[in-house]
C-alpha cells in the first residue's frame, strides 16, 4: 500500500497542496509539500554521484510493510474462471523486539550532546537523537514531501503564512508525561531563546521565522504557527532537530535547578545542555523516540536500546551502538570487513566503489558541502575577512581542481555555485553570476594581498582552522600553499570536528577562515543558506550581513514550485557575487551504506536516518 498511496499522492501534488491524516505504522501519514514535487537527481555518467530508485532491496532502504487495510485494490478475477490466489497478508515486521538484533553504525564524527539543541544535523549527530527524540515528520527527497510521524497532519492556509498542525495522540515520554501541543511549542522556543548562548544548533535562525506571539495552541492536539514570512517548505524544519521534542516540563525543572549555578559566562541553558550530555536517564525520560540511551561517552560512543514500550510499536532491532573508525574511508573499509552493518559516508572516493560492490545505499547530493568561511566580525572581532579584497584574493588564490587532486583523487565535483549543476535546483541563471565570482588567478590575489597591506598596515596574518578527519589535513595544506604563495601568512588549526572545529567557529568565534559547509540539500537549503546568511539569523556564524542578501533569502520561503525555486535560488547566487560572504570549492555526496539485510530505515530531514520501523531480514 505504501508505494500506490506515494504515487497517488505525488500526483495530487501537481493540483495543489495535500495535507490528510492517515494512520501510525500502516503508513506514513500527512503529506505536505511544494505544488510541484521536487525531481529526484538524474542518473548521469558519474560525474555527479546520484541516488538510485528507491525499491525493496535496491539503493534506498525500504519501508517497513504495511498492513493491507483494503486500500490497495483488489486484482481483477481470472478469465479462465478459477478461483483468484488469495492475497498475500502484510505482515508487521516483528511482534516484540528480537533478541540480540544490533545495528553498528559507522559515524561521520561522534556527537558531543543528545540534546537536540546542543547538536546540529546528519554529520554531528542527527541519527543519534532522532532514534531517542523521534521526530514530527519525515522527509521524502525523491518527491519533496513531508510525511507525519509524531504529527497527525500539517496544513497550510493559501498563503503559506499559517500552518496548522496535528499531534498523534496517545504518546507519552519516558517519564509518564503525555505529550501535548504545548510541548511543540515550548520545545522549538529552546532554540528562539538560546541564540548567541554557545547553541551549537544552527536551526535559531530558522525557527525565528515563527511569530510565537501570535501561534495558537487551541487544545491540545492542535498547534496553528503563525509566521513572521511565507513559508512554502515549512514542514520541512519539523523533519529537522526543532522537529524532536525535550519534554518542556523536564526542562523547566532542570533550569529551576541550575539557576543558582549560573554565571554571566555559563547560562542555566548552557548547563542544562551539559547535563543532557552526560546523564542517559535525564534524556531517556524527556524522549519519546523508539530508542533510550543506554550508554553515552560524549565525543567517543553512543549505545541505543529499544524503548519497551514505543507509541509506534515494536521496535524490532534491539540496540544500535554509533561509533566513529576516524573518516568516510576508514567507514566504508570497516563496513566492507563486516565491522559495521551501516556506515555513513561523505567522500567522493568510496561512492563509486560502494556502487560497484552492490551496497545498499540513501544518499543525496549536498550542496555548498565544501566551503570555507570567513569571519565578518563575530562578536566585534578585528578579521580581516571582513575586508572584502581579502575574500576577492583568497577566491583569486585557490584552485579548486588543486584541492580536488591533492585532498580527493580527482574524484571530488568541484563547483563555485550555491547549486552545483545537475541538481534539481541549478540554473543557467544561477550559473552565470557563479562565474562572475573572482575567478583563480594567484597573480591578482597577490596584487590584492599587497593594497590591503599597504593600506592598512596588515602583515597577511590568516588563521584558517580545519577538521583534522581524512582528507581534512591534505585539504588545509593545499589551501595553506596556495595562500602563502599569494602573499598570506597562515597559521593552520587543525582538530576533531566536535572538539575543536564547532567550538572555535560557534563558541569562541576564534578564526580568521574555516573548513565548513553548510549541506543545502533537498530537505535543508531554504534553512541552511537563511540560517547562515542573513542578517538577523541567531545562526549567522560569520557575522556577514547585507541588505540584498536578506532580500533575497527571503524570497526563498516563498518559493513552492520548482521554477520559483530555481529562480530565488539564482537570485542568491547573484548576490553572492558581489560579496562574496565564504568560498564554495564543491557539492559533496553524503548518505548511509547499509547492509542489505537491513530493511525498512526512513529518512527523517536531510541525511537524517530513522531506525524505529527498522528490521534485520534473516
Not at 500539517?154 to 500552518?163: G, I, K, Q, S, V
Not at 566503489?353 to 540513501?362: D, I, K, W
Not at 577562515?513 to 530537505?523: E, H, P, R, S, V
Request: glycine share 8%.
Amino acid at each position: 500500500m505504501r508505494s500506490w498511496l506515494l504515487k497517488l499522492l505525488a500526483l495530487l501534488m501537481v493540483f495543489g497542496l495535500v495535507a490528510a491524516a492517515c494512520g501510525n505504522d500502516d503508513d506514513d501519514g500527512v503529506t505536505t509539500g511544494p505544488d510541484e514535487p521536487a525531481p529526484a537527481q538524474p542518473d548521469d555518467d558519474g560525474d555527479e554521484p546520484a541516488t538510485a530508485p528507491a525499491d525493496d532491496d535496491g539503493d534506498e532502504p525500504a519501508t517497513a510493510p504495511a498492513d493491507d487495510d483494503g486500500d490497495e485494490p483488489a486484482p481483477e478475477p481470472a478469465d479462465d474462471g478459477e478461483e483468484p490466489p488469495a492475497e498475500e497478508e502484510m505482515m508487521a515486521p516483528c511482534e516484540a523486539t528480537v533478541p540480540g538484533t544490533k545495528v553498528d553504525y559507522a559515524v561521520f564524527s561522534p556527537n558531543a550532546n543528545m540534546d537536540p539543541t546542543a547538536s546540529s544535523g546528519a554529520l554531528v549527530g542527527g541519527t543519534q537523537l532522532v532514534n531517542v527524540w523521534d521526530v514530527l515528520m519525515t522527509f521524502d527527497p525523491a518527491t519533496g514531501v513531508s510525511h507525519g510521524r509524531a504529527a497527525e497532519s500539517l496544513t497550510p492556509n493559501d498563503d503559506f503564512t499559517e500552518w496548522t498542525l496535528k499531534i498523534r495522540s496517545g504518546i507519552t515520554y519516558g517519564n509518564g508525561d503525555a505529550f501535548v501541543a504545548q510541548d511543540v511549542v515550548d520545545s522549538m522556543l529552546r532554540y528562539f531563546d538560546s541564540r548567541g548562548d554557545g547553541m551549537n544548533n544552527r536551526a535559531a535562525g530558522s525557527v525565528a521565522i515563527i511569530d510565537f506571539d501570535n501561534t495558537e495552541v487551541p487544545d491540545d492536539s492542535t498547534v496553528i504557527f503563525r509566521l513572521h514570512r511565507a513559508w512554502g517548505t515549512f514542514h520541512t524544519l519539523l523533519g529537522d532537530e526543532p522537529g524532536m521534542i525535550v519534554n518542556p516540563r523536564i526542562i523547566a525543572q532542570l533550569l529551576d535547578e541550575e539557576a543558582a549555578n549560573a554565571t554571566e559566562e555559563t547560562s542555566a541553558a548552557r548547563l542544562v545542555r551539559n547535563r543532557m550530555a552526560l546523564s542517559p536517564d535525564l534524556v531517556n525520560s524527556a524522549s519519546f523516540g523508539p530508542y533510550e540511551v543506554a550508554e553515552v561517552e560524549p565525543n567517543v560512543r553512543t549505545v541505543l536500546q529499544a524503548r519497551d514500550s514505543y507509541w509506534g510499536g515494536p521496535v524490532c532491532i534491539e540496540e544500535i551502538e554509533f561509533t566513529f573508525p576516524g573518516s568516510s574511508v576508514a567507514n566504508w573499509e570497516a563496513f566492507q570487513a563486516g565491522d559495521f552493518n551501516a556506515a555513513f559516508l561523505r567522500d567522493p572516493r568510496v561512492f563509486a566503489e560502494a556502487r560497484e560492490a552492490g551496497t545498499v545505499l540513501s544518499s543525496e547530493p549536498q550542496n555548498i558541502g565544501g566551503l570555507f568561511l570567513f569571519n565578518h566580525g563575530v562578536r566585534g572581532a578585528d578579521s580581516m575577512g571582513a575586508d572584502l579584497r581579502v575574500r576577492q584574493a583568497a577566491h583569486h588564490a585557490i584552485n579548486r581542481d588543486i584541492i580536488n587532486e591533492r585532498a580527493f583523487e580527482g574524484k571530488l565535483r568541484t563547483t563555485n555555485g550555491v547549486a552545483a549543476e545537475g541538481t534539481s535546483l541549478w540554473s543557467p541563471e544561477l550559473q552565470e553570476c557563479a562565474d562572475q565570482e573572482p575567478a583563480y588567478d594567484p597573480d591578482a590575489a597577490e596584487a590584492l594581498v599587497e593594497e590591503v597591506k599597504a593600506e592598512t598596515g596588515w602583515d597577511g596574518s590568516l588563521f584558517l582552522v580545519h577538521a583534522d578527519t581524512d582528507p581534512g589535513p591534505e585539504i588545509a595544506q593545499a589551501v595553506e600553499g596556495m595562500l602563502e604563495a599569494a602573499g598570506f601568512d597562515v597559521e593552520v588549526a587543525l582538530g576533531p570536528v566536535t572538539t575543536v572545529l564547532i567550538p572555535r567557529v560557534i563558541i569562541q568565534a576564534d578564526y580568521e577562515m574555516a573548513g565548513w559547509g553548510f549541506n543545502a540539500d533537498g530537505a535543508t537549503w531554504v534553512a541552511s543558506l537563511s540560517d547562515n546568511l542573513h542578517s538577523e539569523s541567531g545562526s549567522n556564524r560569520m557575522a556577514f550581513a547585507s541588505p540584498d542578501m536578506d532580500a533575497a533569502l527571503e524570497a526563498m520561503y516563498g518559493a513552492v514550485n520548482v521554477e520559483d525555486q530555481r529562480a530565488a535560488l539564482a537570485g542568491v547566487q547573484c548576490v553572492w557575487k558581489d560579496h562574496l560572504p565564504a568560498m564554495i570549492y564543491s557539492v559533496t555526496e553524503e548518505g548511509l551504506a547499509l547492509a542489505d539485510n537491513i530493511k525498512g530505515v526512513q529518512r527523517a530531514g536531510a541525511t537524517i536516518f530513522l531506525f524505529g520501523d527498522a528490521y534485520i531480514e534473516n
